[in-house]
């Protein structure tokens, strides 16, 4: 996302080197952009074995290897110490040509990333047009219960959580997050929302992280085209302490 760019800078490249989790992946639209971005690493998060079997054939459509550490992370059999890796042989650029098509003169940045669903997973379909230098992306796919974190958790430069509040029960646990995930003292936050879903969950999540981050400006809204589809995001960037 925008959020940990040099000096506080919001710029598309503010991921460039960084540890991320993409927190609740899903189809792994967020963690895959940002890889596909410059990030040094990326691990998907979610508790649903099957959505990170999406995540590893979201990560196939767009050109990058997939690897398994072992028989049962190939499976996904639900084992929670499973853990699934695949690396990108391509550096950002090349897979951006190569998995998306010449796209040159692309707009916008993670936040704007657009997609298209298949049998064969997800594909990014709008990236920034000023791609980084050349990287190996090491990415992997975990099953994480933020009900359950374990003692040794590791934590990450940058946070990518979307769409995680939309359940009353959900905000006291993803706000413990912040400081459980999230690197101290300029570890970013960055939290994506529907704008008009459960804006009292996003009111009380912001005060509950308050002790542990600061929100960097004014929770910001940006509307994403793509065919004959229109969204509206809500973002908000926090810093840690």
């Not at 459509?61 to 190939?74: D, E, I, K, R």
């Not at 657009?114 to 190996?136: D, F, I, K, N, Q």
């Not at 308050?210 to 509206?232: I, K, M, N, Y």
Request: hydrophobic content about 40%.
């Amino acid at each position: 996302g925008r959020g940990g760019g040099e000096g506080g800078g919001r710029g598309s490249n503010s991921v460039v080197g960084r540890d991320v989790c993409d927190l609740g992946a899903g189809l792994g639209l967020a963690g895959i952009a940002a890889a596909l971005c410059g990030a040094r690493s990326v691990v998907f998060y979610d508790r649903e074995p099957l959505a990170l079997q999406c995540c590893l054939l979201s990560a196939e459509a767009n050109g990058l290897t997939v690897t398994a550490t072992s028989a049962a992370a190939a499976g996904l059999d639900g084992d929670k110490g499973s853990i699934i890796r695949f690396v990108s042989s391509k550096s950002a650029g090349a897979a951006t040509g190569a998995a998306l098509g010449d796209q040159g003169g692309m707009k916008g940045d993670i936040n704007e990333a657009a997609a298209e669903t298949g049998m064969g997973g997800l594909r990014v379909t709008s990236l920034p047009g000023h791609l980084p230098a050349p990287v190996l992306a090491v990415c992997s796919a975990e099953v994480f219960d933020w009900n359950a974190v374990p003692s040794n958790q590791p934590k990450f430069d940058l946070v990518l959580a979307c769409d995680v509040l939309y359940e009353a029960g959900a905000v006291g646990p993803v706000a413990a997050l912040v400081p459980a995930l999230t690197k101290s003292r300029g570890g970013r936050w960055l939290l994506a929302d529907p704008p008009r879903r459960a804006p009292a969950n996003r009111a009380r999540f912001r005060e509950l992280v308050g002790t542990h981050a600061s929100l960097l400006g004014e929770p910001r809204s940006e509307v994403v085209t793509h065919r004959s589809s229109t969204d509206e995001v809500l973002l908000l960037d926090f810093v840690t302490h």
